[in-house]
C-alpha cells in the first residue's frame, strides 16, 4: 500500500503560472516531509522541506503548505518556469527507520513557454 | 559537495545473466541505499546498509542481493536476471538522523533482454 500519494501524476502549466502539486498520506506518525526534484537523466535531488510542527515553508519560488489535520500538502511553484519542469516526488520517514523514506509516485511537471 | 557515481550508467543485459552495479559515495555517510525507478511506482527501496559490512532487505529485495565492502562502495547484484528487473536503479547515501537528506546518483539504466 503506498504510503504517500501523489496527485496530479502529470500537470501542464504556462510559463508565469503557479503549479500545484498536492501530496497526501495514512500514517499520522509521519512528521517531516521532504520534496525531491529529479530532472530527466539525473537522480533526485532534495528541494524543500516542512516539519508537521509548520503549516508553511517558503524557499524563493517554492512554498509548502500542511494540512495536518486533514493529512494533506501541496507544493506550490509560483511564476513556473521552464526550468521548472522536472519531477516532484514527495516523502515521509519510515517510522523510526534511520534515514529511510517512503516516496509518492511523483508528479510530472511541464512548463510551457 | 555530495558525490555519489554509479557504475555502469547503461547496461544491457540477457535472461540469466548475472549483473552487478557499483555505487561509490565521497561523502562518509554511514547509510546507503539502492531504489528503482518505474514509471507508476515512483522510487521503490531495494536494499540499504547501515554502514560497512551490513545489509538490510528494503521493500522490493528478492531478485536481489547487496553488498557493502567499505563504507565507500555498495553494490546491487543480480544474480540471474530476468526482464522484470529491466529499469533505472538509483544508488543514494545518507545520513543516520530521520531527517537526513538523501544524495542521490544519477541511475543506472538496466535493460534485461
Known amino acids: 500500500q503506498q504510503q504517500v500519494r501523489q496527485s496530479p501524476q502529470s500537470l501542464t502549466v504556462w510559463e508565469g503560472e503557479t503549479a500545484i502539486l498536492n501530496c497526501s498520506y495514512e500514517?499520522?506518525?509521519?512528521?517531516?516531509f521532504p520534496w525531491y526534484q529529479q530532472f530527466p537523466g539525473e537522480g533526485p535531488a532534495l528541494l524543500i522541506s516542512?516539519?508537521?510542527?509548520?503549516d508553511k515553508k517558503e524557499d524563493g519560488r517554492f512554498t509548502i503548505f500542511f494540512n495536518k489535520r486533514e493529512k494533506k500538502l501541496s507544493l506550490h511553484i509560483a511564476d513556473s518556469q521552464p526550468g521548472d519542469s522536472a519531477t516532484y516526488f514527495c516523502?515521509?520517514?519510515?517510522?523510526?527507520?534511520?534515514?529511510?523514506?517512503?516516496f509518492g509516485a511523483g508528479t510530472q511537471l511541464i512548463v510551457i513557454p | 559537495e555530495a558525490a555519489v557515481t554509479q557504475s555502469p550508467r547503461n547496461k544491457v543485459a540477457v535472461t540469466g545473466g548475472k549483473v552487478t552495479l557499483s555505487c561509490n559515495q565521497t561523502?562518509?555517510?554511514?547509510?546507503m541505499y539502492w531504489y528503482r525507478q518505474d514509471t507508476g511506482h515512483g522510487l521503490r527501496l531495494i536494499h540499504y546498509?547501515?554502514?560497512?559490512?551490513?545489509?538490510e532487505k528494503g521493500d522490493i529485495p528478492d531478485g536481489y542481493k547487496a553488498s557493502r565492502p567499505s563504507q565507500e562502495n555498495f553494490s546491487l547484484i543480480l544474480e540471474l536476471a530476468t526482464p522484470s528487473q529491466t529499469s533505472v536503479y538509483f544508488c543514494?547515501?545518507?545520513?543516520?538522523?530521520?531527517?537526513?537528506?538523501?544524495?542521490f546518483g544519477e541511475g543506472s539504466r538496466l535493460i534485461v533482454v
Open positions: 543514494a547515501s545518507g545520513g543516520r538522523d530521520r531527517g537526513a537528506t538523501l544524495y
Open positions: 516542512i516539519l508537521s510542527v509548520s
Open positions: 546498509s547501515y554502514g560497512a559490512g551490513s545489509t
Open positions: 561523502n562518509n555517510h554511514n547509510n
Open positions: 500514517n499520522s506518525a509521519f512528521d517531516y
Open positions: 516523502a515521509a520517514p519510515r517510522g523510526s527507520a534511520l534515514g529511510r523514506l517512503h
